[in-house]
């Protein structure tokens, strides 16, 4: 009889064991369903076959969400979705992702194009009449739509911090009014950031080059 109520409490402990494994990572990670993170995996490789991209964006929220860890093949389509719909930033982000877990020339070909043709940008201001506008548009669809997010972005919140196409831009209220003025945007990929807070009217371009020949100096 004892042997018995042994064997019943050790078959419980192996099983409430298997069942936190199942969950997650417990104390090593966060803890998930792993059959609903291979459920949505699923769903979002059969959105990607079909160029779904909104539902792919959708079905990567969700498998961050619920703290999983996405594979590599995830970041990818996600990536993939991001770049769909003009969040290069996002795009980027997910990349790295990807990249820190296999290396993949495509992944590192595409961050490398990202880094030379897109600069960093924070553009900041209340919400209202402030407008995004590219001097001349360039004719990459990736790029067109790269513009058509940051302008949607700052529409509804009046702030874009990301990554914009190589180009000239204005930013503000354009043509300028008194109080609220247009800012002149420059964006040099790899060599210059640039920051504008029309709340403190700050203007700020983080320039590497001439750091370095202030170095060389």
Known sequence: MM????????ALLLTAADAEEVAGDGEDGPVYDHAEYIRLSEELEKLAVRNAWSGVDRMY??????GATPSPKDHLSG???ARALGNVTGARFRLEQANQQIEDKEILDW????DSNYGRVSLLADRGKVVLNMDVLPFNPDQRKAVEWA????SETGTFEGFLPQGDYKFGVCPSEKTTPCYDVEVVPRVQSVRIDMRTHLSFKDDKRKQKKNQRK
Do not use: K, N, P, T
């Open 111 to 114: 961050l490398w194009d990202i």
């Open 79 to 81: 990536a993939h979705s």
């Open 61 to 66: 929220a969700a498998i961050i969400g619920m």
């Open 3 to 10: 042997y018995r109520v042994v064997f019943l409490l050790l």
């Open 151 to 154: 302008q949607h972005q700052i």
